[in-house]
């Protein structure tokens, strides 16, 4: 199993960055795929970025060159690096990871794009 614990949300006004974390419970290294997802109110649930276990990273298009997925094997924790924040970047973020077959959420963390 894998438990996921996600920080980092809060209100930032546009234009602004926030740094997300999402800590594993075990190592990032077994883990074949780890992705920051996040749901606006009334849509989709969205992929956002995605990191392998060797370090090969996807975004989404309407975020490639604002934000970057990273990993710190030391802390088990990947980050999600957000700049240059747009009000329709508004959304829960979730982290997940793929492990053994299977797939683990974790709780989510709010992200709010404001004045």
């Known amino acids: 199993q894998v438990q996921l614990v996600e920080s980092g949300g809060g209100l930032v006004q546009p234009g602004g960055s926030l740094r997300l974390s999402c800590a594993a419970s075990r190592s990032i290294l077994s883990i074949s795929l780890m992705g920051w997802y996040r749901q606006a109110p009334g849509k989709e649930r969205e992929l956002v970025a995605a990191?392998?276990?060797?370090?090969?990273?996807n975004y989404a298009e309407n975020v490639k060159g604002r934000f970057t997925i990273s990993g710190d094997n030391a802390k088990n924790t990947v980050y999600l690096q957000m700049n240059s924040l747009k009000p329709e970047d508004t959304a829960v973020y979730s982290c997940n990871a793929v492990y053994n077959g299977r797939v683990y959420w974790g709780k989510g963390t709010l992200v709010t794009v404001s004045s």
């Open positions: 990191i392998t276990s060797v370090g090969i990273k």
